[in-house]
């Protein structure tokens, strides 16, 4: 036991068994010739590179940030040389799969272009992809470069350096509020609606 839980790899691959198993004994696999199972799979994928995503900007939010300033100055780098840019690599990664397993899901849905449109009954779930879009859009395009800066990995002068942190934790607040609509409307289209 302890082996596995060692490796994160391994643990991964453990979960993975895990799951197989389920799916053997509930007789998942007889389904996969199905269409609907293959976007029921495309949901479990999309939900799994979500939480990827949202765990991380929490993680930044909820406990990064605030608990910099009580950080001895000496001990920081340990956050921003190592933890922050692993965070990142992550973080930035699971924005992307979630975008495109989500897009590839409301495709398979057959409503990518009416949610995206916002045309009716797809309100909800179109509400909620443009709200991650913009989030989305935000990670890769404000607060990576941003952070690249504040973080050393792009060198700036200090100045610079300050003006691109705050907005890289402004931008990443901005997330955060978005993120509290944008996850009740994705489980509103199949439940509640809005
Ligand atoms: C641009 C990005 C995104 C797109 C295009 C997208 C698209 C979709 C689509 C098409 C659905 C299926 C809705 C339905 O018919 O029930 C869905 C469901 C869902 N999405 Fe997203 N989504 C995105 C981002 C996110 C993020 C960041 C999360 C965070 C965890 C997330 C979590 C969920 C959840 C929990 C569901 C409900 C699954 C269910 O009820 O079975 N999505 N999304």
Known sequence: MGAIFQSLGRTISAGVVILIV???VAGTFGKMGEYAWWTFFM???HVLTGIMWIGLLWYFNFVQTPSMPKIPDE???AITKV???EALF????????TVVT??????????LGKALSLSAPFHAIGVGMWLALVMAFNVWFIIWPNQKKALGIVQVDADAKAKAARMAMLTSRFNTMLSIPMLYCMVAQQNSGL
């Open 22 to 24: 389920i799916a053997l």
């Open 43 to 45: 949901r479990w994928l």
């Open 75 to 77: 001990q920081k780098p």
């Open 83 to 85: 933890i922050a840019p």
């Open 90 to 97: 992550w973080f930035r990664w699971a924005a992307l799969a």
């Open 102 to 111: 989500g897009l590839i899901l409301a495709h398979m849905n057959g409503y």
